[in-house]
């Protein structure tokens, strides 16, 4: 069964409007990611509503060519400008800027393109593989399982969230309650709309995605102004694609990273910005010329670049298998589907075969067609990195307003998607993650309806959950990582190092 | 300060959902009431973390509650959310391409970060561009004009 919906998601993408797709993905991923500032999340969800119109398979391997490319794209600019175009290419300029200063822009953006290329492609293999495995164990979870993946995905991802558990979790759990909104799934009772008929269907995801998002952004690339552009490198003179003796010295060190980033893109929670910096300790930890890291290094520049882009399948793992995304850009990637009608969850991967299927091609091809884009389009890009950050704000504005009206034709929509960019904007302010938010907001109507139907099948009882062995073992994992937020297991740590005394140091 | 705001408003939110949902059926009130208790957890979580971050700068003799922002970044920001909900509200009233292009000349004229012509340039195509996606193409029934 598997092999013909591989068989099929291949056929797919070579269908010339999906090829299509996946070009313009690509090339407005590596257009928007070299812009300081700009996020592949908030593209995706800016690009959302155009994918509307298009056919599900093509708008959803378009946005998925949009977020892998727009990891390369984040490398123009931290290479160029000493400024990450995402936070994924944070590590990137710690040897791309120098070596770029070194009149070696070309070789370092090359480094970076090729390092993309191969991490990509380790991932998709990995998707390719991984996913339809996990995806046929899923297909045996009830409603009783489903409910606790549920728990346990919002709980991973709200207590990984770097530096914020407490705020992490408690942004998550917010994500769940506005996710009540909206008519009950069993009895059709309207919940919290106040006679509000645009609530009675929930509130809609996309919208919220577009306003928490963009507007935020907006505001800061107002508020930032141009300041950091001073220190630009403004051309690329010299050849990008590495010589293969040079190509053949940073295999491993990619093929290393690569497989850092996957493993991190599997956990949810963690992405681009975790694994850049730990593919980038490694590659110093394993070099010979460890004092050359930070002087315009090649392989500081590999490292990074190669794992996060291999992020991108890793975190599509749980995305598709179990329709529990990992981050934002994968959250905002399942909205996609939610645009067309298709509910996330283990279904994706049956009901939803053909589609799916195509889509974890299309990672594949898109990582191929970064290459080639990359190659040609690279140059060119170094004058979109020139492009004033309050330019580039009010246009966001544009887009947002107008694609949170497209989506449902309703006014009501835009002001919804404003407030959700206030409170956005308010949790970028406040530090709180607004990635757990979001992944409330998707887990919410799954949690939602497993509950119900859990709770029928147990006669009203809770005691269901916990006895199902599955289900007992995911809650106490989401158990644990909740207790570890809490200062009561900094306490027990506290304890145990007091009993067993400072001798076991 | 700014958790502590966020937090409080959580709490509310979660009662006054917890006293709305007092009069649905079991099973439709059975979640909103499961993660409102839990919301309110978090949020008094957070509340705690905050002011035992406050005890801990204040004997470090570093506590600063309002962190100071230039008045001139909060009038640019206060100014420009105001602009957006004006331009999101004038989209239903004077049309989308009339607002479009007064919006994005307010913003580009203030805050001058390039030359007048690419002002003028860059406003009729962002406006051009997304006429011919959204409403061209997509034919999105927005309004266009005022009467249109």
Known sequence: MTESFLLAGLLNVFDPANLLAIVAGTLIGIVVGSMPGLSATMAIALLLPLTFAMPPETGISMLAALYLSAMYGGSIAAILLRTPGTPAAAATVMDGYPMAMKGKAGQALGISLTASLIGGVISSIV????????????????????????????????????????????????????????????????????????????????????????????????????????????SIADRMLPRFKEFRALLPNIVRSGGIGVMTGLIPGTGGDTACWFAYNEAKRFARNKHEFGTGCPAGIAAPEAANNAVVGGALVPTIALGIPGSSSTAVLLGAFMVHGILPGPTLMTDHAEITYTLLWAVLFANIALFIVGLLFTRLCVSVTKVPNRVVAPIIVVLAVVGSFALNNSYFDIMLMLVFGMIGFAFDEFKIPTAPLVIGLILGPILDASLQQSMLIGQGSWMIFLENPISAVLLAIALFSILQATPIFGLAKKLRYRSSGPRNL | MGRILVAIAAIALAVFFRVEAADYRIAASRLPDVVGAVLILLSVMLIVQVLMSWRKASAQGELTIFPKVEPRAILLGVAFIVLIFAYAWSIQTIGYLVATPVFLLVVLVVLRPIHWLWTIVITATVTLVIWAIFIYFLKMPILLYPGS
């Open chain 1, 127 to 234: 998707l390719l593989t991984f996913a339809p495995l996990l995806g046929s164990l899923a297909l045996h979870f009830g409603p009783v399982e489903l409910f606790a993946v549920a728990v346990l995905g919002i709980t991973i991802v709200g207590s990984l969230s770097s530096g914020a558990m407490i705020a992490g979790l408690f942004s998550g759990v917010l994500g769940l309650l506005i996710a009540t909104i909206g008519m009950d799934p069993t009895t059709g009772t309207p919940r919290f709309t106040f006679g509000e008929l645009n609530l009675f269907s929930g509130v809609p995801f996309t919208v919220a995605l577009i306003g928490l998002f963009s507007i935020p952004q907006a505001i800061r690339l107002i508020l930032q102004g141009d300041a950091n552009k001073d220190a630009a490198v403004s």
